[in-house]
């Protein structure tokens, strides 16, 4: 079994509190009586008074009790449980990829963007943990696939990215 370990361990200083309250409140109970005694005088007071309850100790013992485990609850005990298994995400991932119609020429088999979607369904399947988002642009950018850890559905997404998806392809510098 592990080792008891208290997270606020300076809580426990409201401990040096609880006798001094314990002392004070049984001095406040003796002055209470003898400021009434004085008042009434001793012979009217020995006979309206209440003779001491045993309850009154009682209530004062768990009052004090109660005190201190609220105490001992505020430093925070604790036991050390098996560890929690977390996943850690490095980043959030987001594919880029040119749709304009440059992408259509063929200086890569059998061309520019079949070649770059290869390339991205493999780059999905390496970055498996990882969060991936699609951003297609061509002249101006498009958010086509939100951040998911649905690969089966990246890669579907990846599959149906063509050049007519985007509407304005850029200008020339001709």
Aim: glycine residues 6%; aromatic residues 8%.
């Amino acid at each position: 079994m592990g080792q008891l370990t208290l997270q606020r361990p300076e809580y426990l200083l409201l401990l040096l509190v609880v006798p001094i309250l314990g002392i004070s409140m049984s001095l406040w109970r003796k002055r209470r009586r003898i400021i009434a005694a004085d008042f009434a005088g001793k012979e009217v007071y020995q006979k309206i008074a209440e003779p001491p309850k045993d309850n009154y100790r009682t209530r004062i013992t768990l009052m004090l009790t109660a005190l201190i485990l609220a105490i001992l609850a505020l430093a925070g005990p604790s036991l050390p449980g098996p560890p929690e298994k977390t996943i850690k995400r490095a980043s959030d991932i987001f594919l880029a990829i040119d749709v304009s119609r440059s992408m259509q020429a063929q200086d890569l088999a059998p061309d520019r963007l079949t070649k770059t979607k290869l390339w991205a369904a493999e780059l999905v399947q390496i970055l498996k943990g990882q969060q991936i988002g699609l951003v297609v642009f061509a002249g101006a950018a498009y958010m086509y696939m939100p951040l998911t850890d649905d690969y089966n559905a990246a890669i579907d997404f990846i599959n149906g990215i063509t050049t007519e998806m985007a509407s304005y392809q850029g200008r020339s510098n001709r």
